[in-house]
């Protein structure tokens, strides 16, 4: 009934670019945060960016910042995000998450995850 479902991962070379899809179903997305998370092995998960609902509010992991933008289309209930200037530190599954909070961080708990998409940086 409550489903993120992401999209858009793949193989691609240092310094290339993807743009991952988290679709949101059984609620509407307006007044939920959501997140991105990812997890290589052996590595604890690793916050990436959130963003609040009316983008308010968005913040991003060190590692990632002024690399990745996160976006939200909320008519169609959708979030991305967009990465650039991609390391292979950077491969991971990565999952998208959503809570009815008012604002978003890195540290909350969310309660509604997807199921991941995998990322790979390399040459």
């Known amino acids: 009934q409550l489903q993120l479902v992401e999209s858009g991962g793949g193989l691609v070379q240092p310094g290339g670019s993807l743009r991952l899809s988290c679709a949101v179903s059984g609620f509407t997305l307006d007044y939920y945060a959501v997140a991105w998370f990812r997890q290589a092995p052996g590595k604890k998960r690793e916050g990436v960016s959130c963003?609040?609902?009316?983008?308010?509010?968005?913040y991003y992991g060190d590692s990632v910042r002024g690399r990745f933008t996160i976006s939200r289309d909320d008519a169609q209930n959708t979030v991305y995000l967009q990465m650039n200037s991609l390391k292979p530190e950077d491969t991971a599954v990565y999952y998208c998450a959503a809570d009815n909070y008012r604002t978003c961080s890195l540290l909350y708990e969310y309660i509604y995850w997807g199921q991941g998409t995998q990322v790979t940086v390399s040459s």
């Open positions: 963003i609040s609902t009316s983008d308010v509010i968005k």
